[in-house]
């Protein structure tokens, strides 16, 4: 395969002035140079249009289009912000292990960097959280111990805390201190449930004086 010949911008640029500058045709010029007369006639449009931002080579833009690239990037840019930011409603003021789930599951959707800069977390912190979470699941103890805590969760009806949780772990045969109870508990998604306590917001059983009825109002109906 014959390789294609490749000459530089000054060649160029003195091959245009044959025609522009110098008052060749372009047969002549192409011929002086041992050029291809449609070649030459291409690199002098280019030039006419270009102006001194002509024969740029590969990759290299004018002002004018490195600037809409720029915005055209930045509009894309925004564009998935927007995306990221409707399929992860709510998840800002979730914990930082919750927005890494996120970006793991999305993670051939947008980039990690865009993701992570929306969601308020670092990408060294993500990155982290992919090697912890990647060791863990290759320990088979480690997910045996999240399913205990996860039942026990379920059976006490959510009122177990680290201590209670500590010690029922304890019981089955996981030598566990409260730390770890605690950072299984927060990856297993584990809280406590308090119940609503009941307040007494009306007392009818007091010895204040009871104010006349000055509007006459019936408040007892006969049905």
Known sequence: MRRRKKYSKEFKLDAVSLVVDQGYSRAE???????????????????????????????????????????????????????????????LCQRNEMKYLFVTQHKKTWPIDLMCRVLGVSRQGYYHYRRITEARLADPEHQEMLDWMKDIAVASQYTYGRRRMKRAMNALGFPISRTKTVNLMKEAVIQVRHKKKFKVTTNSNHKLPLFENLLERQFDVEL
């Open 29 to 91: 010029a192409a011929r002086s140079l041992g050029l291809n007369g449609n070649m030459l006639g291409r690199w002098v449009s280019e030039h006419r249009a270009d102006g001194g931002q002509s024969f740029r080579g590969n990759g290299k833009l004018t002002p004018e289009q490195e600037e809409i690239r720029k915005l055209r990037s930045q509009v894309k840019n925004l564009k998935m912000e927007k995306e990221i930011l409707k399929k992860s409603d709510g998840l």
